[in-house]
């Protein structure tokens, strides 16, 4: 393999297993009685989680926007699995919440989750399955350092 090819495998990987990854939610996750939710949202909505959050932590959780956070949010609220509220010590901040039927469907997410990673595990060992994570974690956290580098104008990384 010539070593252009070697450093591009990496772009091919990360691409072909979200959309796997995606596919596999539409199929096992989107058709739980929830039409309208599009894989898009399961970031943002496993945010909200249980107990709720306010829509700026979940944005500065997951990198993005404030505007593209309440654009997916609206969409979520539109399904009936989140309701939005205004917080009653700052004007400015939107709480999530998820509803009965928002609940209920994290449940089943949930569980759809913890079954496709026993079927991870039975693959490649729970001790594999912890190194990838933490491997992706550590590839997250190293790109945060590099584009906040960028971002200050550095370019070292």
Not at 77 to 96: F, W, Y
Request: aromatic fraction near 8%; proline fraction near 1%.
């Amino acid at each position: 393999m010539k070593d252009h090819h070697k450093q591009a495998v990496i772009f091919k990987q990360l691409y072909v297993l979200k959309k796997l990854t995606d596919d596999w939610g539409d199929k096992n996750i989107c058709n739980l009685q929830q039409p309208h939710f599009n894989m898009a949202f399961m970031p943002f909505f496993m945010a909200v989680g249980l107990e709720g959050k306010s829509s700026s932590s979940i944005a500065a959780n997951l990198k993005v926007s404030r505007q593209a956070a309440g654009k997916i949010m609206k969409e979520l609220e539109q399904t009936g699995l989140i309701k939005v509220e205004k917080s009653t010590t700052d004007a400015r901040a939107n709480l999530l919440e998820l509803t009965d039927a928002g609940r209920a469907f994290y449940l089943q997410v949930t569980e759809q989750s913890a079954l496709l990673t026993k079927k991870y595990i039975k693959l490649i060992g729970k001790k594999q399955l912890e190194m990838m994570t933490d491997t992706m974690e550590k590839m997250i956290q190293f790109h945060e350092k590099l584009n906040h580098c960028h971002n200050m104008g550095g370019t070292q990384g």
